[in-house]
């Protein structure tokens, strides 16, 4: 029934969207219709492209994204939690993380040449801030009664940190990989939009070359799709690992 | 032998005196309620006692603390056997879970114990908790309102079960609630905190064990009444002192 509920309106947009473009209202040629985006992804799923371009795009995203996000929830947690590391550091990083992402990407070029570690540092680049924002507020939130009591339990700041002040920011750190994984997919997208022989990006970039505006539709289709289902995973995921954490939610 | 001992103890937020003049000794085995109208300090007193804020004077504990809050009583991601076992450092993995099995039956809570705080009741959250602070065995049990957000029968019922924990263990406790017949009903002595410091200390003569009938006789009520006096009468003497009253005059 859920499902059902979510899968109508899409079906409507299609359907009206394929009208639209049929009508002579629009332009054909710039508004293609479904079927012909069908076509289009049919063509180049057929020719290797679509796989190969999903395939490196993805792993791009998959390489960025963790290290940003590992990085992020390690500097969240340390800032978050010991004076000297917030000292130190948050002034930095709050003067860097207005800047929006894209901006370093013609510096990231100059350093990294146009090959794969540029793409990767730029994703990861980008996604470090909001996971580290909101793993930074997440490790402040704590409640001191509740590290007061775990105190009087264990001596181990290993264990602190592992079993009471992780778990205890655990929520504010998948909300922030959430916002992550999306920033993920934009970055990925405008990364490959130069240099690179591979991804949707790159198609899109070439297609728009070629005019062949189905296959750009088509491309933006897959992207939007990844994006939608890299989230749906995640959090089917994060509930599997974390099976406390959609309790928490309900109550 | 006193296991607790305060004297001359001063704490202060942001230069603001909350306490002053703290004294109050709490012998082994005694269970020690403080009582005081919202806002005298009964929990900064307990945090004070815990060592988790730091205060002037003398505070001095011999043995191993348990506390037990009202809220975040337990760790939410931790089923009820982890949260029992987080204590239980430096043990073999046998030990650990013949610790957590006792504590589990005595909590009576074992057909429970895979289960997270989220899908517990109140009344068995706040089991969960005093189970996870007696598992290592300290000498000494803070409590600070456990019962608060209980209703009632709930309430009645954890005191009852409570006792039972104290009497068969032989801890020192030191409960702090805003609810005197609860006081009452618990204690061995209870300590009026008010206009920052011990006002009064009382004695709880009745016997043990203690029946739930016995909040209905007399001498409950009266010791209950002398109490409130005490908690409004040293309340009511901090106005007469306020400049306000006098310059009315």
Same mark, same amino acid.
């Given at each position: ?21 049929? =009508? ?15 076509? +289009? ?30 990085? @992020? ?41 146009? @090959?794969?570690? +540029?793409?990767?540092?730029?994703? !990861? ?13 997440? +490790? ?32 504010? /750190? ?5 916002? !992550? ?16 022989? =591979?991804?949707? !990006? ?24 990844? @994006? +939608? ?11 599997? /690992? ?10 | ?25 709490? *012998?082994? &085995?005694?269970?020690? %309620? ?11 007193? $307990? ?39 987080? &204590?239980?450092? &430096?043990? %073999?993995?046998?030990?650990?879970? *013949? ?8 909590? *009576?809570?074992?057909? $429970? ?6 899908? $517990? ?72 905190? %008010? ?34 006096? %005490? ?19």
């Amino acid at each position: 029934m859920k499902r059902i509920r979510f899968a109508v309106p899409i079906f409507l947009f299609v359907i009206i969207w394929e009208l639209i473009s049929r =009508s002579n209202i629009v332009n054909i040629a710039l508004f293609p219709p479904p079927s012909s985006v069908l076509v +289009a992804l049919v063509e180049m799923q057929k020719s290797g492209e679509l796989l190969r371009d999903i395939g490196s795009s993805y792993l791009r995203v998959f390489i960025g994204f963790s290290w940003g996000a590992s990085i @992020g929830i390690m500097l969240g947690l340390l800032t978050g939690r010991i004076k000297p590391f917030s000292d130190a550091l948050v002034p930095i990083i709050q003067l860097v993380r207005p800047l929006p992402p894209v901006a370093i990407i013609p510096l990231v070029i100059v350093w990294f040449g146009i @090959g794969e570690l +540029a793409k990767i540092f730029s994703i !990861g680049f980008a996604v470090f801030f909001p996971v580290w924002l909101a793993t930074f507020l997440g +490790a402040k939130q704590i409640p001191e009664r509740l590290l007061w009591s775990a105190r009087t339990l264990t001596r181990s700041r290993l264990k602190m940190f592992h079993e009471v002040i992780f778990p205890a920011t655990l929520p504010f /750190i998948v909300a922030g990989l959430r916002t !992550g994984i999306a920033i993920s997919f934009v970055m990925v997208f405008v990364s490959e939009l130069a240099g690179a022989s =591979s991804g949707i !990006g790159y198609q899109i970039s070439i297609s728009h070359l070629a005019y062949r505006i189905d296959r750009m539709v088509a491309s933006l289709v897959i992207l939007g799709i990844s @994006g +939608a289902l890299a989230d749906l995973l995640f959090s089917l995921a994060a509930t599997h /690992i974390f099976p406390w954490l959609s309790l928490v939610r309900t109550n | 032998m006193s296991e607790i001992l305060i004297s001359n103890l001063f704490v202060s937020y942001n230069d603001i005196v909350v306490l002053q003049d703290i004294n109050i000794c709490v *012998q082994k &085995g005694e269970f020690v %309620s403080i009582v005081g109208l919202s806002g005298t300090g009964k929990t900064t007193l $307990l945090n004070a006692i815990a060592g988790f804020i730091p205060g002037k004077g003398q505070v001095s504990i011999s043995g191993q603390i348990g506390v037990v809050f009202q809220d975040y009583a337990v760790f939410h991601w931790m089923t009820v056997r982890e949260n029992i076992a987080f &204590g239980l450092d &430096g043990i %073999s993995r046998e030990q650990k879970i *013949q610790i957590v099995d006792r504590n589990l039956e005595l909590i *009576q809570l074992r057909h $429970l114990a895979d289960k997270y705080p989220a899908e $517990l009741s109140g009344g068995q959250i706040q089991r969960v908790g005093l189970a996870r602070a007696l598992a290592p065995e300290p000498q000494i049990i803070l409590m600070d309102e456990p019962y608060g957000a209980l209703d009632r029968h709930t309430r009645e019922k954890m005191q009852a079960w409570l006792l039972e924990v104290w009497s068969h263990h032989q801890k020192t406790v030191v409960f702090v609630t805003h609810d005197i017949e609860e006081a009452v009903f618990l204690s061995d002595r209870v300590a009026v905190l %008010s206009n920052k410091t011990i006002s009064e200390c009382f004695l709880v003569p009745f016997p043990r064990p203690r029946e739930e009938e016995l909040k209905f006789s007399q001498d409950f009520i009266q010791l209950k009444k002398a109490i409130l006096d %005490s908690m409004r009468m040293t309340t009511l003497a901090s106005f007469d002192g306020g400049k306000k009253y006098v310059n009315r005059n």
